[in-house]
């Protein structure tokens, strides 16, 4: 059976981005001596589901960070070309993320790693992720892109491991019961 999973980054105040998608407050952060541990999340991953404003911010990166499929998910983008540099790697679609995650499935994925505030509020409503890394980054940025959203009913977490880094940053892992 396939199964969704989250790794990101919010800030204090629950944001993943400010209002217009920026996320300097976070890469200002990253501090290549602490390892937070997403080289050994991404390794038993088969693909990446994403939303568009993800994928806009990882676009505009001098190289491409996945080394995985990566689907995207945007209404807007389903009909556009993929850019050459990135065709054979990423794909954009307008799919529901329980027709997101079939698809997934018919092509052999197992695990999938999925990111993005909205992409990742509309799999928890689908009931679609089996756990999440969320590292809470020691800043207010007071108003943005939040990570969580209205969901149908209250959705129990079960604390898996919360470790915390020098840097300040606190890692949570929760596993969601089906």
């Known amino acids: 059976m396939i199964t969704g999973h989250v790794f990101i980054a919010t800030s204090l105040d629950g944001y993943i981005a400010r209002p217009d998608g920026d996320i300097r407050w976070l890469l200002e952060r990253d501090d290549p001596r602490e390892d937070h541990g997403y ?9 990446i589901v994403m939303g568009r404003g993800s994928y806009d911010m990882v676009a505009t990166f001098d190289t491409w960070p996945y080394d995985r499929p990566v689907i995207v998910l945007s209404r807007q983008l389903a009909d556009a070309p993929v850019p ?4 054979g790697q990423v794909r954009f679609v307008d799919l529901t993320p329980a027709e997101a995650m079939r698809a997934l499935e018919r ?4 695990r999938v790693y999925v990111d ?14 089996a756990d999440m890394v969320v590292t809470t980054v020691p800043v207010l940025i007071g108003a943005g892109r939040p990570l969580f959203g209205e969901l149908p009913h209250d959705r129990d977490l079960v604390l ?17 019961p089906p």
Do not use: C, H, M, N
Not at 39 to 47: E, L, P, R, Y
Not at 164 to 175: A, K, N
């Open 39 to 47: 080289t050994a999340f991404i390794a038993d991953k088969d693909a």
């Open 84 to 87: 050459d540099r990135l065709r």
């Open 107 to 110: 092509e052999g994925a197992r």
């Open 116 to 129: 993005g505030g909205r992409v990742v509020q509309a799999f928890l409503r689908a009931g679609l992720i």
């Open 160 to 176: 898996v491991d919360s470790r915390s880094f020098p840097s300040g940053l606190v890692q949570s892992t929760y596993r969601l």
